[in-house]
């Protein structure tokens, strides 16, 4: 397909997030929560539905689908109702999910985000319809068990908050970026570990497509259980193709529901059942409805973190850092922290160079070395040493990146220690620089006689020979003066 | 001993004068003598009840008194007993042995109360007549061939055949009310809330209630106490100080000519329209005499949505429910699977289908047609509001009386099979219990009489929330004053 | 309102209970006189009243986030149809 065609297409996507709440013991009952227990030893008499269990609600499942609500700026519900899902499947022991149906916890927000990069990137607002409370599933294993499935239900009960947006992207990227923020503001409010790869963050993207200027949405279908930033941008990637491309050969989507094989990068259709969507949904009479007061919710804002948007407008507004900058700055709260730890102790007119070698030096080692950034052995005081030794002029930019390869190797206890340590120093002393430049001159002839005969090559070549002879050491700007000044240029 | 009351087999054991051990062998013995004609065991705990009792003779031994030490009684099968196969009457839970106890049953065990086993009743507490037990029907003790009523049909039946002097119960729509009426002794549902229903197999969540069997309101007010008190795994529990019910009958009243002088007994017309059996008509007017001549006064009052609507909004309410929390009984975690499947699919159909009986089936499926796509407003939502309606009925009627009057049941106990095929003739019998599950009231039955033919009848009291103690109390009076509860019927020999 | 054949196969599927193609018409019958039964309650006009689920209309007290549940894998699997490895067997699970 070429890319006008596509172009002809509006592309509308909306995304369903399961995340995980990192809460101790699960929504209902009192079995721990812990991931890679073996098979059904974290599944108490309530999570397998034994006859007589009742289920009790996790006060910490609450709070922090109250911290999201405030995270996002919606509405934390003062009454919200618990209803009974009604589905048979293996890993559902009650037969139903305990679910919130008509009255959610949490009810509208945004989330607002930068999407591309450089020249081309954009802001961009996707509005949250609903978050609600909801209990997780076991696991299905298919692996053979005398040609049976295999049913571990340690993960049935682990609250969820299922967090549902607008239908307002209208790109794959867009999507991705959404999940990104959403990913991070869920571990910056501390409600999610944001384990990827443990399932705790999944997303559902319904997409549809509709010809550019068409009022009516397209049919959607709905790709399940996305659990990689990747996956998700390639399921919807193929998802859209697909669906243009039926559309265009004058066919037609119907509403269903896929799941991304990444083996192939292509979606097929779930196995359906007749029926399966009349989930029979009812207030669960086990539980009775949640109320949550002005007062708990004051208590709960009282200890929220500065939110990464607040924190990323502070830093262009107090330390002039561009909006890309504060974005990428504030992209995890770990990260943010360490800058703000950096510039304090750097001082706020450092802020800049602060910023960029977090982002640069400091970034590539923790990604080549997969470090966490809280595990750095560079310190944010040690990298505000060196920041604060570049900008006084006692080591050049290039010297800096060797004191912070030592600092990260353990080698000395600051920038100080280091450049004292390996004489790292900057040579500044006019008379010892001026020694230099006239050996070198007596030495090459030659570049100075090219330089004469109007050669400004020359020049660079001389001065160049002058760091070398310093063996980098010399202050740049000081041997380029003093070089001009000899040469009587 | 057999026909002692709570309190006096409390004297004698406290005087050492009989051990909570031969109390168990005593009744144990009756048991093996008499309940294969009644058949109200599913299952006899010899074994455990021994061993109970010998604990708690040691609790005894060294001085400990407790209300219910070494007192023997049965659990309704419905509660979940750890070690002891508990079967909810059905071929689904035919061979569950609960890895854990009811609350209920812990709060026993620790009062030392000595169980005997487990009861008889409908599958999963669903029907009036203890006649949809997998395990067979229970007769009346009164009359061979006439059902016990039910759902605690087993409970109601072992106590008026003193097979134990205590049973406990549920009571959904009934369950606990009716079968004391149909066996001549007295059964309390407190307020709803109050019996933890935690390890109590769910039939109708909200309706669900726990409650006590005794041949008085006395032996009632000791085993309700026992059961009672707040439980952090029940969401649903009440969290309030349980209800002192002893005490207050033990006080003696102020006026003993008149105990119940000040009393306004609520008479609701509707309940006494029409349809009432005459023997019902005549036995509820001689206690209602009865009660004025010990001072209550009676006045008329209307439970017009009550009367009309219970039957319908508990029904669609009971049956949505009970559709959803039957959906547990999948055949993959215990109970029933079924020896023959092909798929996933079908072992689901086969295990449900096999390992429930008709009636299950009957309201799983009702449950399910309420609460589906395009019925939900029609049938579950109005239902919801209608019993709203009944509870303001009863809220206005509680600013004009301070206990309602009413039948149990519009008859005396039936043949059994004589409604069996008739799902709806069985239904409209509850009509003036259901009420009261609905609003969450508490509910009182005690006998008041007999009909022509010998089978006992009762009357009922119904209460504001938490009104336990004044149901009690005011039951009590009548007891004291009548001879009813003492009446016991005549086993033929084994 | 009576149920057809076909909405009683549709409330089988729903509730997984096989029903038994003989005696369909029976219990047609006896759930459409139920649901005769509680249409009586149609008439009744309710459109300012509540819908009440729960008879002493509290709200939910909450528990401290702690965990309290050991581990009894083995005592809750000697009750179960067919387990292994510690897993509960069914028959293969198809997406």
């Known amino acids: 397909m070429n890319r006008t065609a596509q172009s002809d297409w509006e592309v509308v996507i909306g995304i369903e997030t399961h995340v995980q709440l990192n809460t101790a013991s699960k929504i209902f009952s009192g079995a721990p929560t812990t991931f890679g227990a073996e098979p059904n030893r974290q599944a108490c008499a309530v999570d397998l539905a034994l006859p007589g269990v009742l289920p009790v609600l996790n006060r910490g499942a609450v709070e922090r689908a109250i911290r999201f609500g405030l995270g996002i700026g919606g509405e934390v519900a003062a009454r919200s109702i618990f209803a009974r899902k009604n589905y048979f499947y293996p890993d559902l022991p009650k037969g139903y999910q305990i679910s919130q149906f008509e009255a959610p916890v949490v009810i509208g927000g945004s989330v607002r985000f930068r999407v591309g990069e450089g020249e081309a990137a954009y802001e961009k607002t996707v509005r949250l319809t609903r978050a609600h409370l909801e209990e997780d599933a076991g696991k299905s294993l298919h692996e053979d068990f005398q040609g049976m499935s295999g049913i571990d239900l340690n993960r049935a009960g682990t609250p969820l908050l299922e967090i549902v947006s607008e239908p307002d992207m209208r790109s794959a990227a867009e999507a991705v970026a959404y999940a990104r923020t959403l990913h991070a503001l869920v571990r910056w409010i501390d409600i999610c570990d944001g384990n990827l790869q443990e399932g705790s963050f999944r997303c559902d993207a319904n997409v549809s497509v509709r010809r550019r200027g068409d009022e009516q949405l397209g049919t959607r279908r709905e790709i399940k259980n996305l659990n990689s930033f990747r996956f998700l941008q390639e399921a919807i990637e193929a998802e859209i193709r697909w669906q243009i491309e039926t559309l265009e050969d004058g066919g037609q989507v119907q509403q269903a529901t896929v799941l991304f094989d990444e083996t192939v990068g292509e979606v097929r259709v779930m196995r359906t059942k007749e029926d399966a969507h009349d989930y029979r949904y009812f207030p669960d009479p086990d539980l009775l409805p949640l109320e949550i007061d002005d007062d708990w919710v004051a208590r709960v804002r009282a200890e929220m973190p500065e939110l990464p948007a607040a924190m990323a407008q502070r830093f262009t507004d107090e330390y002039g850092l561009s909006g890309a900058d504060a974005s990428v700055l504030t992209a995890s709260r770990e990260q943010a922290a360490y800058f703000q730890d950096c510039v304090q102790a750097a001082g706020s007119a450092l802020a800049k160079p602060c910023a960029n070698w977090v982002m640069g030096e400091l970034a590539a080692r923790l990604n080549r070395t997969e470090t966490a950034i809280a595990d750095a052995p560079v310190r944010p005081v040690q990298l505000a040493g060196l920041v604060q030794r570049i900008q006084d002029g006692t080591i050049s930019n290039n010297t800096g990146k060797k004191v912070f390869e030592a600092l990260w190797n353990g080698e000395g206890a600051d920038a100080d220690a280091i450049i004292a340590a390996k004489g790292l120093k900057q040579v500044s002393d006019a008379g010892a620089i001026e020694k230099m430049i006239d050996d070198v001159l007596a030495a090459n002839q030659k570049s100075v006689d090219e330089f004469r005969a109007g050669k400004e090559k020359a020049f660079n070549a001389l001065v160049g020979q002058v760091m070398k002879a310093s063996r980098g050491q010399a202050n740049p700007a000081q041997v380029n003066e003093l070089l001009r000044r000899k040469l009587g240029a | 001993m057999i026909d002692a009351s709570v309190a006096e087999l409390r004297q004698a054991l406290d005087a050492r004068k009989v051990s909570a051990t031969e109390l168990a062998h005593l009744f144990l013995n009756r048991i093996d003598a008499h309940d294969a004609a009644i058949h109200a065991f599913i299952t006899v705990d010899r074994e455990g009840a021994l061993a109970a009792a010998a604990a708690a003779d040691e609790r005894l031994a060294r001085g400990e008194r407790a209300p219910l030490l070494g007192i023997p009684f049965a659990h309704k099968d419905i509660f979940c007993t750890e070690g002891v196969r508990t079967t909810c009457g059905s071929k689904m839970l035919e061979n569950f042995i609960s890895p854990y106890d009811a609350h209920v049953v812990t709060l026993l065990k620790e009062a030392g109360a000595v169980s005997l086993g487990k009861l008889n009743l409908d599958e999963f507490a669903m029907g009036s007549s203890t006649e949809t037990s997998y395990f067979g029907a229970t007769h009346n003790p009164w009359r061979a061939g006439y059902v016990p009523g039910g759902s605690s049909g087993g409970s109601a039946a072992a106590v008026a055949a003193r097979l134990v002097p205590l049973a406990t119960g549920t009571d959904t729509g009934g369950s606990v009310r009716q079968p004391a009426a149909f066996c001549g002794i007295t059964g309390i549902k407190p307020t709803y809330g109050t019996v933890s229903r935690y390890g109590m197999i769910a039939y109708a969540s909200s309706c669900d209630q726990g409650g006590a069997f005794g041949a008085s309101a006395q032996d009632c007010a000791a085993l309700l106490e026992a059961m009672s008190g707040f439980d952090e795994r029940d969401s649903t529990s009440l969290n309030r100080p349980a209800p002192q019910l002893r005490a207050a009958l033990d006080a003696a009243p102020q006026d003993a000519a008149r105990p119940l002088a000040g009393l306004r007994l609520g008479v609701p017309v509707e309940f006494f329209r029409d349809g009432l059996h005459p023997d019902v008509v005549r036995a509820l007017g001689d206690a209602r005499r009865q009660y004025e001549a010990l001072g209550a006064q009676c006045v008329e009052i209307s439970l017009e949505h009550a009367a009309r609507l219970a039957i319908p909004a508990y029904y669609v309410l009971a049956s949505a429910e009970a559709s959803s929390n039957l959906s547990r009984y999948d055949g993959v975690r215990y109970g029933h699977r079924a020896a023959d499947y092909d798929d996933l699919d079908s072992m689901y159909c086969n295990s449900r289908s096999e390992g429930f009986g008709a009636e299950v089936r009957r309201r799983i499926l009702i449950g399910a047609y309420v609460l589906s796509h395009g019925y939900y407003d029609a049938y579950y939502l109005q239902a919801q509001r209608l019993r709203r309606l009944i509870a303001q009925d009863f809220r206005a009627a509680f600013e004009r009386c301070d206990l309602i009057f009413a039948p149990v049941s519009p008859t005396p106990a039936w043949k059994i099979g004589e409604k069996a095929d008739d799902p709806v003739a069985m239904y409209l019998a509850d009509i003036h219990t259901l009420a009261v599950n609905l609003a969450g009231l508490p509910g009182l039955s005690h006998p008041c009489g007999f009909s022509e033919e010998g089978l006992p009848i009762g009357a009922q009291l119904i209460g504001p929330h938490f009104s336990e103690v004044r149901l009690l109390e005011v039951a009590h009076r009548f007891q004291q004053n009548t001879d009813w509860h003492c009446r016991r019927p005549v086993l033929s020999a084994a | ?95």
């Open chain 3, 1 to 95: 309102m009576s149920l057809s054949h076909a909405d009683l196969r549709r409330l089988g599927r729903l509730a997984k209970l096989a029903l038994d193609e003989h005696q369909l018409a029976a219990l047609n019958t006896q759930l459409d006189n139920i649901l005769h039964l509680v249409d009586e309650m149609q008439a009744v006009d309710t459109r300012d009243v509540a819908p009440m689920s729960h008879p002493l209309e509290l709200t939910a007290r909450l528990r401290a986030d702690a965990p309290s549940e050991p581990d009894r894998r083995d005592a809750f699997q000697q009750v179960a149809p067919q387990a292994e490895s510690g897993l509960y067997l069914v028959p293969k699970v198809i997406e």
